[in-house]
C-alpha cells in the first residue's frame, strides 16, 4: 500500500540583491509621478502557487527544489524560496 | 514633532481564480515535459517588495492599498494582499 500526498506550494523568485531590477525602477518612477515619493526600493518578483503529488515532504521538497533550479528560477541571478503546506492524503491501492 | 515611520511591505499580486493563467499553463506544461507530471494548477503572480514613509501603520495601510489599486495591480483581473511590517523610526524636527 502506497500513501499519496498532496501539497501546495508557495513559491517566491526574486532577483538576487546585487542585481538590478529595470521593471522595479520604473513602477517606483511612475509611482513617483502619481505622487508617491514617499517609496524607496521597490523590487519585483514572481510568487508562484501549485499543487505536487509526492510520497512524503521530503519528495516534495526535493522536487520543488529541482523545479526551481530548472524551471522557475534562474540560479545565476534569481534567489527562490518555498513553503509546502499538506492538503490532502490519499491511500491507494499499492 | 513628528515622528517619520518606515514600513518594509510585502505584496502579492495574484490573478483572480476565475482569469486564465496562460504564464502558468505553459510552464506547468514544460514542467511535464521535463518529467514533473505530478504538478497541478500552477497559477504565477506577482511578489513586490518596498520601503514606504508614513506618519502611522493606518496611513501606511492607506496608501498601499491606493498603490496597489492604481498601480501594482489591476483590479479587474487580479486580486492583492499585502503585509507590513515597521523597520525604523525617525524622530523629525517637526
Redesign the interface.
Known sequence: MSVKRKYRAKI???LRPSILDPA?VA??S??KY?G?D?????????????????KDDRMANQ?LN??CN???ANPVIENYRFEIIEVESQTGAF
Do not use: C, F, P
Request: hydrophobic share 50%; glycine share 10%; charged share 20%.
Open positions: 517566491w523568485v526574486t522595479g513602477v517606483q511612475g509611482l502619481l508617491y514617499n517609496v524607496e526600493q521597490l523590487r519585483i518578483g514572481k510568487y508562484i502557487e501549485l499543487l505536487i503529488n509526492a522536487q529541482d523545479i530548472r524551471m522557475l
